[in-house]
């Protein structure tokens, strides 16, 4: 394997209060190439601000503090706010929970697409359009055409997860960064983005973070998974092997899960060790 | 799996029965027929599902029968005794509902112990301060937690003392509205086996409305399968598990339910 696109090591993020200072995010390391990797974690572990640091996207009061953080090259810690801009988008992109919060109400669903390509490209507004339309095509919307000119209000959950997904890969970023993309969709429709996702990365041969809290569907969806826990990466493991992991947390979590598969009586509740908020990240599995 | 009663659950009698229940939506053209003639029986002991993506009229189902929603069609049996439609005192005194988010469903300025002295008060039951101990105690908290306020309790908690309300007055069904959708899958694990818990303690029955198909088949011994304001079939939840459905769309439903697989 190359060199990999995300490299993060030691990274910390905390929060000063009046009070006390909140370690939210403690000194994790992880690397992240033209693959998918999953962040599974409970709320509150660190897992969504992990994504949002990558982006500097953090809240005013946070405090960032890393040995490394560099995107294909570029240390993000030292970038400013102007380059951070011209990166944001164009070459890392977001996908956030839910198209109702995350798309513009007052814009059409075309014109977001077109502006998020106009952004970073010097093309004509008709050439956007075209691109934008193919685009539209790509996340498996019918009639394209009518789609563009349509408020976000006026379509479903489903479909505005999928113009998310064209808006954020229109400008071909290399790294995507999904927040759990598919928690507010229904099973069936969530089936169909996720595809569209898997495809359009694996082509693109991007690099995609997936945050989520479910971990049956982080083992089906990704290539690795790491598993946080109070701020820590817990487990470093790929995905066919999250079913045997080895790490007690994440074994506890797979055995709180009711299943589908096989009946239980009562389900384990997980039981923690204070040991693990300084344990060293598991590294588990044969590496690639 | 022991049950406090022995008799089969086929021979126990019917807890509520719903028979061709409608619920419409506006009038004229615009009307939406969130419920379109469902049926369905409930035996005393016994839990039952209900499953479907948002919006097929599963909510809208229980709504109906917890008397949020009077406007309805068809008839609802509670031991072979149609309810009015507007409901008395002595419907909500044996059954109770237990709302999907324990983060609004509890008053915010309302200690617990007022929380659950009041439907105490209002159903007029003696020993308040022994019931609520008692019932704080069943759901794993235990008396200390009567001085708290909804803010100082996590989700788990609040979920708690929300199964605490709707227990303290010793009613026989639970309606259950996704009630650990809003959860993380550790504290999930913790209410779910509270509620298979108390279930056993208390010859309960309970109706639940869930989207997450491995939570409900946990908890239900029958599931129902809605789409479209219908009940498209009925299954076992070993039916469920064995993937054995008739209708293309359960097929759908309970495929999608387990994990990713990509579409051909």
Redesign the interface.
């Known amino acids: 394997m190359d060199r990999p696109l995300l490299e993060v090591e030691d990274l910390s993020v905390s929060f000063r209060g009046a009070h006390r200072t909140v370690q939210a995010v403690r000194g994790i390391s992880f690397s992240v190439g033209r693959e998918k990797v999953g962040i599974v974690g ?2 509150g572990s660190g897992k969504s601000l992990t994504g949002r640091t990558i982006l500097k996207l953090t809240p005013k009061a946070a405090t960032i503090s890393a040995r490394k953080l560099s995107f294909d090259g570029i240390d993000l810690l030292a970038a400013s706010e102007r380059q951070m801009r011209t990166i944001r988008g164009n070459r890392i992109s977001m996908i956030l929970q839910d198209p109702k919060f995350s798309l513009n109400p007052l814009m059409r669903v075309g014109e977001q697409i077109t502006e998020a390509y106009r952004l970073h490209h010097k093309v004509g507004g008709k050439e956007a359009e075209a691109r934008a339309l193919a685009m539209l095509e790509a996340v498996k919307i019918r009639d394209p055409a009518r789609v563009f000119r349509l408020y976000p209000h006026e379509v479903s ?1 489903g479909m505005g997860q999928r113009i998310m997904i064209a808006m954020m890969l229109i400008p071909e970023p290399d790294l995507i960064i999904a927040d759990e993309p598919t928690s507010a969709l ?7 983005v ?2 569209i996702l ?2 359009l990365v694996t082509r693109r041969g991007a690099g995609l973070i997936f945050i989520s ?1 479910d ?3 982080v ?3 990704c290539d690795r998974v790491l598993v946080m826990y109070a701020g820590r990466i817990m487990e470093d493991i790929p995905a066919r092997e999250l079913r045997n992991a080895r790490h007690p947390y994440t074994r ?2 797979l055995d ?15 039981s923690r060790d204070p040991a693990w908020l300084d344990g060293p990240t598991l590294q588990s599995g044969s590496r690639a | 799996m022991s049950v406090v009663d022995p008799t089969p659950a086929a021979n126990r009698p019917a807890a509520l029965t719903v028979s061709h229940l409608s619920v419409v939506f506006g009038r004229g053209a615009s009307a939406l027929k969130a419920v379109d003639d469902v049926s369905f029986m409930l035996r005393h002991g016994e839990a039952f599902g209900l499953i479907g993506e948002s919006g097929c009229g599963k909510s809208t189902v229980l709504r109906a029968l917890a008397g949020l929603n009077s406007e309805y069609g068809g008839s609802i049996a509670f031991h072979d005794r149609e309810v009015p439609h507007k409901r008395d005192k002595a419907f909500f005194r044996r059954v109770q509902m237990v709302f999907q988010d324990p983060y609004a469903s509890l008053h915010p300025r309302k200690m617990v112990q007022n929380v659950l002295a009041e439907p105490l008060k209002i159903h007029g039951f003696d020993r308040p301060q022994e019931r609520i101990d008692e019932i704080l105690t069943a759901v794993g908290l235990g008396p200390s937690f009567r001085y708290r306020f909804p803010h100082e309790l996590s989700g788990g908690q609040r979920q708690r003392v929300a199964i605490a309300r709707a227990l303290i007055i010793e009613p026989e069904l639970l309606l259950l509205d996704e009630p650990t959708s809003a959860l993380d899958v550790s504290v999930q694990a913790e209410i779910l086996n509270l509620l298979k818990q108390l279930r056993r303690d208390r010859d309960l029955t309970y109706l639940m409305v869930s989207h997450d198909l491995a939570v409900v088949t946990h908890l239900c011994e029958r599931v129902a399968m809605m789409s479209e304001g219908r009940i498209l079939e009925e299954m076992s939840a070993a039916d469920v598990r064995a993937g054995r459905a008739h209708e293309p769309y359960t097929r759908e439903f309970l495929e999608a339910s387990v994990g990713y697989r990509p579409i051909a």
């Open positions: 409970e709320s959950g229904d099973v069936t429709i969530r089936r169909q996720l595809s898997d495809e809290h971990l049956n569907l083992a089906d969806f506890a979590l709180s899960l009711p299943r589908l598969d096989r009946q239980t009586d009562m389900l384990q509740v997980p």
